[in-house]
């Protein structure tokens, strides 16, 4: 009867430790399980704790997603786990400033930052490694450019103006120098040319008159023409006018009958007027 009794104490001490030990190994369990909202953990060193397992994670599943071999569907989930990580890792951060810890949104490593792609418009997801390159997704990176906007002709006459039809091209002075060597050194060109050939005998008789055409000028050096030289030092700058300029008698001129005839509309009626352009022509016949 005692064994029994003996017996029956062992097995409900040896059932009462297992229970415990269970207890204790669930206890454990609920105290290493990362809380579900980062709100919740009011303790600074454990919130640091999670945040670096939660970024120990991102590591681990950004290795892994580099690999274009594991499958459309596996590599869209671990996007998408990666995806929602980084939303739980900026709580944490945020519960950690809130119970003042650094700021880690603006002091933490920006590598996942330079990992991941935003596609544009859909701010807040990001594309890693082989999900870059995925159907449907490899189109949104690859937008064509914006076409340029076409200029109707009214935008376009707007940018013209006199430079455009060279007519200021000598004011900075650069030109007319250039044109000035141009000249004599094709003058020099033509003047030796025309030598060679006289003297070879095969310059064309009907052109004879060509012969005293640079009688008046003499070359100097053998190249350049001394009175050129110096008709182009001295000359001053020559302006053409595209149109005949009026004298300042003829402006004066006009003025002056513009304003007879403005006097003569405001101060004479058209009646008077005529009688008197009559009488004048009845004056002038009688003389």
């Not at 059932?15 to 919740?40: C, V």
């Not at 707007?158 to 039809?165: H, M, N, Q």
């Not at 003829?250 to 009488?279: F, G, P, W």
Request: glycine fraction near 6%; include cysteine.
């Amino acid at each position: 009867m005692m064994s029994i009794k003996s017996s029956c104490a062992q097995h409900c001490m040896a059932t009462t430790s297992r229970i415990s030990l269970a207890g204790s190994q669930l206890g454990t369990l609920a105290k290493d399980r990362r809380p579900y909202l980062a709100s919740e953990c009011k303790d600074l060193k454990e919130c640091e704790r999670w945040r670096r397992e939660i970024l120990r994670e991102i590591s681990k599943k950004v290795t892994q997603i580099q690999n274009a071999g594991l499958g459309e569907f596996r590599i869209r989930d671990l996007n998408d786990e990666i995806n929602k990580l980084l939303r739980e890792k900026y709580h944490w951060e945020v519960q950690i400033f809130n119970l003042g810890g650094p700021n880690y949104r603006r002091i933490g490593p920006r590598y996942l930052d330079r990992e991941g792609r935003e596609v544009p418009g859909n701010r807040g997801y990001r594309y890693f490694g082989a999900a870059r390159d995925l159907p449907g997704v490899r189109e949104l990176f690859e937008q064509e450019p914006m076409p340029i906007p076409k200029k109707s002709r009214a935008e376009l006459m707007k940018d013209i103006d006199a430079d455009y039809y060279g007519y200021r091209d000598d004011d900075d002075g650069l030109l007319i120098p250039l044109e000035q060597e141009a000249e004599k050194e094709a003058i020099a060109k033509a003047v030796a040319e025309w030598k060679a050939k006289k003297e070879s005998g095969t310059l064309n008789s009907g052109k004879a008159f060509e012969e005293n055409i640079y009688a008046s000028r003499q070359i100097k050096d053998g190249s350049m023409l001394a009175d050129s030289d110096e008709e182009m030092e001295t000359e001053a700058p020559r302006f053409v006018a595209h149109v005949e300029v009026p004298s300042q008698k003829e402006v004066e001129e006009a003025i002056l009958l513009r304003k007879k005839q403005e006097l003569l509309e405001k101060y004479v009626s058209a009646d008077l007027l005529k009688e008197t352009e009559e009488t004048s022509k009845q004056v002038h016949d009688m003389k």
